[in-house]
């Protein structure tokens, strides 16, 4: 299986550049496209949780012509498909790895831990911790767990491994040991599980992925750093880590991220707003960072199935949204000439702009009921103009025929409107 990490924002939607290469071989080699729905447990995570977020990704997903073969609504082997529901599995394999030494229950305070990394800070020195509750033994730990302790759960690290990456090749942190540990030596030692007892999302990610058989994790370089972590705990449980690789990050032209909190690069500003069509969007997204030896930037999502690799820029990635107008025109121009029900949706959308935005008097059809599409040579069935011409016909929206019948070449005169306008408008 292949796991893609979607968003409401367009770039995630896609599973970033690369998703289209993985949709593509989970269908050569009979495996599938796992879509799974990561909701934040806590108190304030719930607070930030946006009314219709999941749904909208579903209707985005759809929108965007990506369809998963096993999830939340079309069901699977590996459920549930949303992380908020499955705690229980993730606590049971923490003590998994309490009980194998790879793990410990640490009951410091949130005083202490604070107090120590003001010392760190203060003396110059990278943060970590000194594995106080490290030496507890797992007798105490247990009684003290039992009578309600507060407390979270760390994974014990001695080293980072490195990887190979699908983009970068082999990487890694390999830090090297600081003189000033042999004094105070600190560890890593990540949490897995908080102190209200949800997962983070390093434990939640490993976890899932295992347990639903992902091979392929696709993502932005923004989690490479935490990747060494994810294959430590690869590492812990004994399971082989799937293959990882991370595209680059995207940004505006001063270099900054693009952030999903920005509404003019929602999925919601360019497909509602804006009018943008899916495969201009894929399209576009695509090509972020992708080098390609075709002649022609314009693919529709079978042809990037088809033509997609991992032949992407190592480093951030300018977006410049003026192809993406170029995109749109000539996927138009593509619509256009097959004639098909984009382009029947195109001209229909273009339709009702024309009616919200002029009145009905200044509507009128068309002289040849069923004009000749320029770019196929079809009749199309669409003729509303807008005009501040004389001698309106009265406009009444009908739907277009399924098949346009034979032209009259005689129009019927239209005695009730007088010869010629009003030299002056009716008060």
């Keep these: 299986s292949h796991r ?9 939607l896609c599973g970033r550049l690369c998703s289209i290469t993985f949709w593509r071989s989970a269908r050569e080699d009979s495996s599938c496209c796992a879509l799974r729905i990561r909701i934040r447990c ?5 607070k930030r949780t946006i009314p219709d977020a999941e749904q909208r990704l579903y209707d985005d997903l759809r929108w965007a012509g990506l369809h998963w073969d096993e999830g939340p609504v079309v069901g699977g082997p590996y459920g549930p498909y949303r992380q908020s529901e499955r705690t229980a599995i993730y606590r049971s394999h923490a003590q998994e790895l309490i009980e194998n030494g790879h793990a410990y229950r640490c009951f410091c305070s949130a005083d202490r831990l604070d107090a120590f990394a003001r010392h760190r ?13 490290g030496e507890v033994s797992a007798e105490e ?13 760390r994974l014990k690290v001695e080293g980072y491994p490195m990887f190979n990456d699908l983009v970068y090749g082999k990487t890694g942190q390999n830090r090297s040991p600081n003189k000033l540990d042999l004094i105070e030596r600190v560890y890593d030692d990540p949490i897995l599980i908080k102190s209200d007892g949800h997962p983070t999302y390093h434990l939640a990610n490993v976890v899932d992925d295992h347990l639903m058989k992902i091979t392929h994790v696709i993502r932005g ?16 449980f004994k399971w082989t880590p799937p ?3 991370h595209v680059p990050l995207l940004v505006d032209k001063s270099g900054q991220k693009l952030s999903k909190r920005n509404a003019d690069i929602d999925l919601s500003f360019f497909k509602d707003t804006q009018g943008v069509f899916a495969a201009t969007l894929v399209n576009f997204a695509a090509l972020l960072g992708w080098s390609h030896t075709q002649k022609s930037d314009i693919f529709n999502l079978e042809e990037l199935e088809q033509l997609f690799n991992l032949k992407i820029t190592r480093g951030n990635t300018v977006v410049a949204f003026e192809k993406l107008w170029f995109l749109q025109k000539a996927h138009a121009q593509r619509f256009a000439s097959t004639d098909g029900p984009e382009f029947t949706e195109m001209v229909t959308k273009v339709s009702e702009e024309v009616e919200k935005t002029y009145p009905a008097a200044q509507l009128y059809i068309h002289p040849l009921p069923y004009p000749t599409n320029t770019y196929s040579n079809k009749p199309t069935n669409h003729s509303l103009t807008a005009t501040p011409s004389s001698n309106p016909v009265p406009y009444k929206h009908t739907s277009p025929p399924s098949s346009a019948p034979t032209p009259n070449p005689t129009p019927t005169p239209q005695t009730s409107q007088p010869a010629t306008r009003p030299s002056s408008p009716n008060p």
Excluded at 42 to 46: H, L, P
Excluded at 121 to 133: F, M, V
């Design 141 to 153: 730990s247990e009684e003290r767990a039992a009578k309600g302790e507060a407390h979270v759960v």
């Design 4 to 12: 893609l990490r979607p968003a409401t924002f367009i770039w995630d």
């Design 42 to 46: 806590g108190f304030w995570e719930e």
């Design 121 to 133: 800070s203060q003396a110059g020195l990278p943060a970590g911790y000194d594995r106080k509750c």
């Design 221 to 236: 370089t923004e989690w490479m750093p935490s990747t060494p972590m994810h294959v430590a705990l690869y590492n812990a």
């Design 243 to 245: 293959q990882f690789g």
